[in-house]
């Protein structure tokens, strides 16, 4: 799974200002926030369930300029549709 880990928006620390990061620590809480969405929705879902319904919600995708390379081939799931859901 992926999240949008690349040009966030952010707050800036002690300040009221924002500014655009990037990296791994960025895209994590989104698919955090999207499973806390779901669980809030249905306490009972097992961890399995949670994780199956993140993956099942989650639009096929290709990523497009990773690494200098103009289409990446990997398999990919974007929690963006999870979000719309």
């Known amino acids: 799974m992926i999240a949008p880990g690349s040009n966030c928006k952010v707050a800036k620390a002690n300040s009221k200002e924002y500014t655009t990061m990037s990296g791994t620590s960025f895209s994590a809480p989104y698919v955090a926030g999207v499973a806390a969405m779901y669980y809030a929705e ?27 390379i103009p289409i990446s081939h990997t398999p990919n799931r974007r929690i963006y549709k999870a979000c719309d859901a």
């Open 42 to 68: 249905n306490l009972s879902l097992t961890p399995g369930q949670l994780a199956q319904k993140l993956i099942d919600t989650a639009k096929n995708s290709k990523i497009k300029g990773l690494f200098g």
